[in-house]
């Protein structure tokens, strides 16, 4: 008969990458973990929110996820850091472009993927021998609602959230016999600064105002509103715990049910 289960979570002593950890969602992760007892190591691309994150009391780089020698270099400062790794949260991601698949610029259709989905790669990559060290180690992809749903006007960043997916799930094939875990998240539209942005752009291409657009975006969902940084952080420690030991090659949408999206 299976003993009665009590469910915790607890993270004490684990150790743990954030990539993008220094502000918005990676950073509502980042203090998540850290809150269950991890030791936590957070990457930004901006030195100043590197800055904040190291006076928020977190060992933190400056790392570019598009770039395979920044990763290679921020796995070495992880180990001489923390001594190793178990957890991994590819969380890097830009929202890339707006804008008619035709009226888009090459490059920045590019640097959306470099971010977006090779950045995941290296990442792996290079994690892979610590990672493979550990007794229980994890990864977790950020994807997003727009990796299972297409999206009118912003076709690059889709497309690499859709990539996200198949990553995640070819890596769990891959490692899951090494008992190396690998799940991705897929947040809808989180409120923050990022989606901000990304409504404002919406409503010039679409000629409408911000406040209606705005209310297309929290009406994508059954709940009818935008997610909180949190709830994202909640699904992150949780995956990363013991209570999901045997969920793998999962994409676990944090969406308040998602349907359409604009």
């Not at 950890?21 to 998540?32: D, E, M, P, V």
């Not at 470099?114 to 990672?131: R, T």
């Not at 690499?160 to 008992?179: D, M, N, P, R």
């Amino acid at each position: 008969m299976t003993a009665t289960r009590v469910p915790t979570v607890e993270l004490t002593g684990r150790r743990v990458l954030v990539t993008a950890g220094a502000a918005g969602i990676g950073l509502a992760i980042a203090t998540a973990m850290k809150a269950v007892g991890a030791d936590v190591f957070v990457t930004d691309v901006n030195p100043d929110s590197v800055d904040n994150a190291k006076a928020a009391g977190f060992t933190a780089a400056v790392s570019d996820a598009s770039r395979e020698d920044q990763a290679k270099a921020l796995m070495q400062s992880v180990r001489e850091s923390l001594g190793g790794l178990d957890i991994l949260v590819n969380n890097a991601g830009i929202a890339g472009p707006t804008g008619p698949v035709e009226s888009l610029d090459s490059q920045a259709w590019k640097a959306t993927f470099d971010v977006n989905i090779h950045g995941q790669f290296y990442c792996v990559k290079h994690a892979l021998p610590m990672l493979r060290e550990s007794a229980d180690a994890c990864i977790i992809n950020m994807s997003s609602a727009a990796g299972r749903i297409g999206m009118s006007g912003r076709t690059p960043y889709s497309a690499s959230k859709w990539a996200v997916i198949g990553f995640t799930k070819s890596l769990a094939i891959e490692l899951g016999t090494e008992g190396i875990r690998v799940n991705a998240i897929c947040p809808g539209a989180v409120d923050g600064p990022r989606i901000e942005a990304v409504i404002e752009a919406k409503a010039q291409m679409l000629g409408q105002q911000v406040d209606e657009v705005a209310a297309l975006y929290r009406n994508q969902s059954s709940l009818g509103r935008l997610i909180d940084p949190g709830d994202i952080a909640d699904m992150a420690v949780f995956l990363a715990g013991p209570l999901a030991r045997n969920v793998h090659g999962q994409a676990m949408a944090v969406d308040g049910d998602t349907n359409k999206l604009f």
